[in-house]
């Protein structure tokens, strides 16, 4: 069992970045919503409290239940968790006479402190509260102060409970990663044993035992997190992981049989479906993207259970569900309104009656890879940039016709080369071509044309959450316009898309 930091969530945007920078430093942490406490608490060296939108005065803001937690197990409270512990101990909180977001330093740091040891004075942290700590009760030490915070950090005496007004787990507090480090290394006394090999050898082994002769089956989908999924199987369980690869006629040019090729090569038992008649067919008419995106899920759904039950006994379903899936859907703010149909397997219908088997289920995006790499899979199938389940179906606005597909995947064909010929495939997080519902006027030779928009899109991310347009050289998005309106035929203007998420979302639908 591993040890483990407990994180409890009050819902802040910023939760999941304190749990990526633990796994940073080799420590195994989970996310859990502040009302959800695990029972067990036997592998727990530690718990963090997160921030949060809520203020401790709301009425109904959150409370969490820790009497099975302090003073028996390293506590930190970030933000909203540090003033729940000074409100909740008999502290004064109130609304701060000068709000303070963004970088702040430190000007007082108590070098004593285990928390604060190695800190530098004034260095810079990163600050987001609407709510100060005035006053803190009589066995509360002052451990850091900022010029406008007196109580930036606290420890309570004759415990291993701290409190910290700022957030070390964002970029901008600079020397937050050394405070984490102090937390989980010296304070909760964590081994950092957390790494891509360890992670391999105890999920294969827990994978052959629970498993053991049973047969697997699994959808890929030439992306990532499939992929590296199928291989942690594949050394479990070998032959008995049966991997379906469905074309569903949105792929990427040439992508089925390149993709196939590369499984082969890698030992994988799969079988390749040509199903993409019918998608096309099923998709006639259709042009609203949750729409689309359910036509698409069901034709799969039907498509892989027809192939599935082809297979003799099968017990399990295997799904390349990553962490990030996992907190979103018991998120301490319940699941989002709409979590778009494209992002897993998912849903498979209760009539399958296979149990889920989900191996990289507590991994985040950046971390599948690197077990990938341990694992030494191929770089092509690692650095390749996301590429939703519906492929090229929520890439052309409006109905999807054959003749759309074609004219998208010889565009994006040209674009995603490009990257390559010019060595900036890498250097980007995503890249994509969206085909528009709109024609333009446009003029080759000596006639008039009314064809097709294309807008190009590429991004910087690190797990999709945010992400940035991507500032490509001029001199290429030259190069890659005239090439796509010189080769493609029906297309005659390209634009490029400089909008970041948030507002807007990677996608277009």
Known sequence: MNETILIL??????????????????????????????????????VILSGSPFSVRDEGSPVPELSGIRKKLPLLGICYGAQFLARHDGGDVQPSKIREYGRAN??????????????????????????????????????SSTESVKVAGFKIS????????????????????????????????????????????TSVDSLRKKLRNDKVVLGLSGGVDSSVAAILLHKAIGKNLYCIFVDNGLLRKNEFAEVLHSYKDLGLNVKGVDASDRFLDALKGVGEPEKKRKVIGNTFIDVFDHEAHLIEDVKW??????????????????PS???????????????????????LNALFKDEVRRIGRSMNMPGFILNRHPFPGPGLGIRILGEVT??????????????????????????????????????????????RTYENVVALRAVGSTDGMTADWSHLPYEFLSKISNKII???????????????KPPSTIEWE
């Open 402 to 447: 054959p003749e759309k597909v074609r004219v998208l995947q010889e565009v994006d064909h040209i674009f995603i080369q490009g990257l390559r010929d010019d060595n900036l495939y890498d250097k980007v997080w995503q890249s994509l071509a969206v085909l528009l519902p709109v024609s333009s006027v446009g003029v080759m030779g000596d006639e």
């Open 158 to 201: 004759g415990e291993e409970t701290y409190g910290i007004q700022f957030h070390p787990e964002v970029y901008h507090s600079t020397e937050g990663s050394m405070l984490l480090k102090n937390y989980v290394v010296d304070i909760c006394g964590c081994r950092q044993e957390w790494t891509a090999d360890s992670f391999v050898e």
């Open 337 to 359: 309104a709409t979590i778009k149909s494209h992002h897993n397997v998912g849903g498979l219908p209760d009539f399958m009656k296979l149990k889920i088997v989900e191996p």
């Open 486 to 500: 010189n080769q493609v035929k029906g297309v005659n203007r390209v634009v490029y898309d400089i909008s970041s």
């Open 317 to 334: 379903l295997a799904q390349g569900t990553i962490y990030p899936d996992v907190i979103e859907s018991v998120s301490v703010k319940g």
């Open 106 to 143: 430190l000007g007082f740091i108590d070098g004593n402190s285990k928390l604060m040891h190695g800190i530098s004075l004034n260095c810079q942290v990163w600050m987001s509260h609407g709510d100060t700590i005035l006053n803190i009760p009589e066995n509360y030490e002052i451990i």
């Open 9 to 46: 969530d009050f819902g802040s945007q910023y939760t999941q970045l304190i749990a990526r920078r633990l796994r940073e430093l080799n420590v195994y942490c989970e996310i859990h919503p502040f009302n959800k406490i695990p029972n067990d608490l036997s592998a727990v060296k530690g």
